[in-house]
């Protein structure tokens, strides 16, 4: 797991650099050539630094080891960590839309040039950053700042969009619809990371694995005759789990161990609480049985 992993944590110290350095040059940018689409700009940027520094502690605090209190150790805190970005990223929103709303009613002049050369600066900066995480990006928190730097390079190419259009035409209406289009850019972004960590705080299936198929798999393993009260969830992201109750005519070590074997070379679950039994204990769900599918 990218948790313990120095180079992403090198990686993570680098791009939260460069994110402060572009905020400040976005923000005093944005204030000099009175443009909001580029101070909207510096807002998405300021919370790609928030949200590399949330990921960052996270990364940090999660690979700390599991203790009495907490046995399965630090994981979680990084689900809270894109949790708290995407909730951030709703605020912004929210301001960004009112400003937008209040601009297109008296459209503000702007130095269109220097807005235009601030935000091609903002691009490059941004997809230095993204290229810092791309590699990374597996697992939820990481995937949730790289995100949020993609995002802003989204946005600061409609920020240059902009610019150029303005010079060209001295249209300034076009800021406050730039800025309206990087607000929609940062609801769908932080959308998609709300709904994925709050499958994982309640426990949902894990994306792209069903109750089904895993069932179906684990009967494939010789013995194994029916399959119920069967769970699946994540303790983070890209950290499935599975607990089930396995009916089998005798209980053998070699069954456990082709189990999981499976489990973990087709699905990647590696934390798994199996067990044997000889009769139905009548808990939960037949979900596979020897011959036919069981209930789902």
């Known amino acids: 797991m990218s948790h313990s992993n120095p180079q992403l944590a090198h990686r993570f110290v680098l791009a939260l650099a460069i994110s402060l350095l572009v905020f400040l040059v976005e923000f005093v940018g944005g204030l000099w050539t009175g443009s909001l689409s580029l101070l909207s700009d510096s807002a998405h940027v300021f919370l790609d630094f928030f949200a590399l520094g949330l990921s960052y ?49 008296s459209p503000t002049p702007i130095h269109s040039v220097e807005m235009l050369l601030i935000a091609v600066v903002g691009l490059g900066a941004n997809l230095a950053t993204a290229r810092l995480l791309h590699e990374h990006r597996g697992d939820l928190n990481t995937r949730s700042a790289f995100l949020h730097v993609v995002g802003d390079a989204l946005a600061s190419v409609g920020v240059i969009a902009g610019g150029i259009v303005i010079w060209l035409t001295g249209w300034y209406v076009v800021d406050p619809l730039i800025s309206a289009l990087i607000g929609v850019i940062i609801l769908a972004g932080s959308w998609r990371l709300l709904r994925s960590s709050l499958h994982i705080l309640f426990e949902g299936t894990p994306e792209g694995i069903t109750i089904g198929d895993v069932a179906q798999v684990m009967g494939t393993v010789p013995g194994v005759l029916e399959v119920h009260d069967l769970h699946l969830w994540s303790i983070c992201s890209g950290y499935p789990a599975l607990s089930a109750h396995v009916l089998v005519a005798e209980a053998r070590t070699a069954q456990m161990s082709a189990l999981k074997q499976t489990l973990a070379e087709r699905f990647g679950i590696q934390h798994t609480t199996i067990q044997f039994e000889t009769t139905n204990c009548g808990q939960g769900t037949t979900v596979w049985q020897n011959g036919s599918q069981g209930e789902g």
Do not use: C, K, Q, S
Not at 57 to 71: F, G, K, Q, Y
Not at 77 to 101: P, R
């Open 57 to 105: 502690i996270a990364l940090r605090v999660a690979a700390l080891p599991p203790d009495d209190r907490h046995t399965y150790g630090w994981h979680r805190l990084e689900v809270f960590a894109a949790l708290a970005n995407a909730m951030t990223l709703l605020g912004v929103t929210i301001a960004i839309f009112y400003e937008a709303w209040e601009r297109l009613g």
